[in-house]
């Protein structure tokens, strides 16, 4: 039976880290471990691990010998795993209840696959953070099992045509088995770059041939006020805490700095880019590969251009956006950067179709702040209880309730009810969507028929004139020849 480890690197998560070892810590596995690697924290988080390292003997705690960058911290605790599979996991995130059995049902079913991802299907904001859905747990009830060509939705994320977490992101999203990283090791660095999960979910597509995405998944992202994807991707990030992470203050190990021709950027489609050239210069992607900055560029302005950035942050996130555009030649991509701008002009002058947003129409929405929830863990299992009763309404089986917080029990009985109905709504529209788009296809090809028919039709006409033309010539001649004979 295959190992599975879940490695959670933790810098000063005091407020959160409890929450997702309860998380861990229900999960039913005869192999199944948490190692936990704390990067010198300084505000009680290491000695809230060591207790719970004494506690449960599933809990393995280490610390490099020093504060190190983020990818080189994973690089780190990576070694400290020899076999199995692994997934990453913050200190305000949490797994889901069901996890294990979920990938062990994976695997029985597709004995030998080297990747289990799962789109986002569960996420929880912690009341300390900026916007409307603090407090919220967000669920995307959806259930499937698909085998993916690993090859191909690497081309499709190279090409812009899909997000990062198309592919197996081993960051609360999907285990990877320890193989797909032997070929990375024999090249150097494990992770050559400032994105150590956008680094891991290329070298997962490209050292496996196929990946299983699934659904319901196996994790539910936390955001709180800590988190450094908040401060750094969110417009009400801590911006204080962002410009710390991006210089690395107060880290003595140091990871790689960014590519010079990217830079800094908020963006998680620069993100992909930047990572992209640092694999192919790790010969991760052959030199040939061509990334689509053009489409990586237009993404990355309609990203920036739909949150509500301060003015500040808004002008910064511009102008690092002109400067990829200007060393990658698609500075046309760019439509003027002011208020007025409009997106749905823009979008239509682009030479390409844009990959859509997510949907919301699967989105259930609940605000946990009236209710006893305490943290992720609690939220997490509300998340894979809404999750479940997806499955069982799938299969006609009836669902009992596992989760334990008690206020949250009186409204279980109508989330469910909603499920089933949201599902189907959710099913419509992507058949809408579906038919929608084989219409356009087809009319464009209509319109493009016709055009044709319409460039014959010239051409035609023009070819009777051209040849009536010597026809009315030797009319002529022939007539003078035959007056001159008589």
């Known amino acids: 039976m295959e190992l599975f480890t879940v490695i959670v690197p933790v810098l000063n998560r005091v407020h959160t880290i409890a929450h997702t070892l309860l998380s861990c810590l229900v999960q039913n596995d005869e192999r199944f471990q948490i190692l936990v690697s704390d990067n010198h924290s300084s505000d009680g988080t290491y000695e809230e691990l060591v207790r719970w390292a004494a506690r449960d003997a599933r809990i393995t705690l280490i610390r490099p010998p020093c504060r190190m960058g983020q990818a080189t911290h994973w690089e780190f605790a990576l070694e400290h795993v020899r076999e199995g599979y692994f997934m990453f996991l913050g200190g305000d995130d949490a797994l889901l209840p069901r996890c294990m059995e979920r990938a062990r049902a994976c695997l029985a079913a597709h004995p030998g696959v080297k990747a289990l991802h799962s789109p986002i299907c569960v996420t929880y904001l912690y009341p300390d953070v900026h916007g409307e859905r603090a407090g919220c747990l967000t669920t995307w009830p959806k259930v499937g099992m698909e085998l993916r060509d690993s ?27 320890m193989d797909v990283l032997d070929d990375v090791r024999k090249k150097g660095r494990l992770i050559p770059c400032r994105t150590p999960p956008v680094f891991l979910a290329l070298a997962a597509a490209r050292y496996s041939s196929q990946f299983l995405m699934v659904s319901p998944g196996f994790a539910a992202p936390g955001v709180s006020r800590e988190s450094i994807g908040y401060s750094c991707q969110f417009p009400g990030g801590d911006r204080v805490q962002d410009r710390k992470f991006f210089r690395e203050d107060d880290i003595a190990a140091k990871d790689i700095p960014y590519h010079p021709k990217v830079g800094v950027s908020r963006s998680e489609h620069m993100h992909v880019g930047e990572t992209l050239l640092r694999a192919k210069e790790a010969g991760l992607l052959d030199d040939s590969t061509k990334i689509a900055w053009d489409r990586l560029v237009a993404l990355a302005y309609r990203e920036f251009a739909v949150a509500d950035w301060s003015v500040e942050d808004r002008q910064a996130n511009f102008a690092s956006l002109q400067i990829v555009a200007r060393n990658f030649g698609c500075e046309a991509m760019l439509p003027e950067l002011d208020e007025k701008s409009n997106m749905g002009s823009w979008m239509k002058q682009l030479p390409f179709e844009l990959p859509r947003p997510r949907a919301s129409a699967r989105e259930i929405v609940i605000d946990l702040k009236p209710l006893d929830v305490q943290g992720v863990h609690q939220a997490a299992r509300l998340g894979d209880e809404i999750l479940e009763a997806l499955v069982c309404s799938k299969q006609g089986s009836v669902q009992e309730m596992r989760c334990d917080v008690r206020s949250l029990s009186w409204c279980f009985t109508q989330i469910v009810k909603t499920v089933a109905a949201t599902d189907e709504v959710a099913e419509l529209l992507e058949q809408l969507e579906l038919r929608t788009e084989e219409s356009k296809r087809r009319a464009a090809e209509r319109d493009k028929a016709k055009q044709m028919v319409v460039e014959l039709n010239e051409r035609l006409k023009k070819t009777k004139i051209n040849a009536a033309k010597p026809s009315r010539k030797l009319g002529d001649r022939l007539k003078r020849l035959f007056s001159a004979s008589s």
């Open 151 to 177: 090859g191909e939705w690497l081309r499709r994320v190279i090409g812009g045509e899909c997000g990062i977490l198309e592919l197996p992101y081993p960051y609360a999203f999907a285990w990877c088995h």
